[in-house]
């Protein structure tokens, strides 16, 4: 079966990604539309390299983008959203990417779910993608509407993590966008920011400056520069895990404190 084999080779390669990176970086992203597109065995390959990515110590976010109303957004949260015990849902990610484009509403069931089981939400806030200003930027009220978005994630943290340095509740924030990621920032002070856009997208280590706080608060997200970091000219000669290990250290290097101030 062709699927099937697929399958077996999206999870074999996820898995020895994950068994470079590991001691090397916090935290992975799977992106779920790929192992749907595989059908069951698809998502049963997602949810082996979830576990198997957990068990190496990694933070998993599901990079799913869910969202939906009442009972829906319930099923959902209790369907992706594990937190601390990797046995609380089907698919055990620590984190999830969500839609807030329903409304706060929306977002409520899947902050409950947080809560209890000690787990985190990236909203969607300013994505990296050229398109988001048709939509993220129309203006009401004289307030963008990724603005509104900002301050909802925010209010939400302050009134669930009352206390903490940071929420469990954070910002998909592109760094394709660096000077709305630097109001987005001062706009959301202690919120934690998933920052997609740097590498393959254009975006730099200088870009991604201003989500950092003193070392912290922001995961910079890179995919296809590291997952395919082979198809590079300055790697093209390596093996395609040695290209993998190279280019995640290179990463590394160039968003560290000496080079980006964070």
């Given at each position: 079966?062709?699927?099937?084999?697929?399958?077996?080779?999206?999870?074999?390669?996820?898995?020895?990604?994950?068994?470079?990176?590991?001691?090397?970086?916090?935290?992975?992203?799977?992106?779920?539309?790929?192992?749907?597109?595989?059908?069951?065995?698809?998502?049963?390959?997602?949810?082996?390299?979830?576990?198997?990515?957990?068990?190496?110590?990694?933070?998993?976010?599901?990079?799913?983008?869910?969202?939906?109303?009442?009972?829906?957004?319930?099923?959902?949260?209790?369907?992706?959203l594990a937190g601390e015990d990797p046995d609380a849902a089907p698919y055990a990610a620590?984190?999830?990417?969500?839609?807030?484009?329903?409304?706060?509403?929306?977002?409520?069931?899947?902050?409950?779910?947080?809560?209890?089981?000690?787990?985190?939400?990236?909203?969607?806030?300013?994505?990296?993608?050229?398109?988001?200003?048709?939509?993220?930027?129309?203006?009401?009220?004289?307030?963008?509407?990724?603005?509104?978005?900002?301050?909802?994630?925010?209010?939400?943290?302050?009134?669930?993590?009352?206390?903490?340095?940071?929420?469990?509740?954070?910002?998909?924030?592109?760094?394709?966008?660096?000077?709305?990621?630097?109001?987005?920032?001062?706009?959301?002070?202690?919120?934690?920011?998933?920052?997609?856009?740097?590498?393959?997208?254009?975006?730099?280590?200088?870009?991604?400056?201003?989500?950092?706080?003193?070392?912290?608060?922001?995961?910079?997200?890179?995919?296809?520069?590291?997952?395919?970091?082979?198809?590079?000219?300055?790697?093209?000669?390596?093996?395609?895990?040695?290209?993998?290990?190279?280019?995640?250290?290179?990463?590394?290097?160039?968003?560290?404190?000496?080079?980006?101030?964070?």
């Amino acid at each position: 079966n062709q699927v099937a084999a697929r399958a077996t080779a999206y999870k074999s390669f996820c898995m020895e990604i994950v068994d470079i990176v590991a001691p090397l970086v916090p935290a992975v992203k799977p992106q779920v539309a790929f192992f749907e597109s595989l059908g069951p065995a698809g998502m049963l390959a997602l949810q082996q390299v979830i576990l198997y990515a957990r068990d190496q110590g990694l933070v998993v976010i599901a990079d799913a983008k869910r969202g939906d109303i009442g009972s829906t957004a319930q099923a959902y949260a209790d369907t992706w959203l594990a937190g601390e015990d990797p046995d609380a849902a089907p698919y055990a990610a620590d984190a999830l990417t969500v839609n807030p484009y329903l409304g706060e509403d929306t977002l409520q069931p899947f902050v409950d779910a947080c809560v209890q089981r000690r787990a985190g939400l990236y909203v969607l806030v300013r994505t990296s993608n050229p398109g988001a200003a048709v939509f993220q930027d129309r203006v009401s009220e004289d307030q963008k509407l990724f603005e509104g978005v900002a301050d909802v994630v925010q209010g939400l943290n302050q009134s669930n993590w009352e206390g903490d340095d940071w929420g469990g509740i954070g910002a998909v924030t592109g760094a394709t966008w660096p000077a709305e990621l630097t109001a987005l920032r001062e706009r959301m002070p202690n919120t934690p920011l998933l920052i997609p856009g740097y590498g393959s997208q254009g975006g730099t280590a200088e870009d991604v400056q201003s989500g950092i706080v003193d070392g912290v608060g922001a995961l910079i997200n890179s995919s296809r520069g590291i997952n395919f970091a082979y198809r590079k000219e300055e790697f093209s000669d390596m093996p395609w895990r040695d290209a993998i290990q190279a280019a995640t250290v290179q990463m590394i290097e160039d968003l560290s404190p000496r080079q980006t101030g964070g």
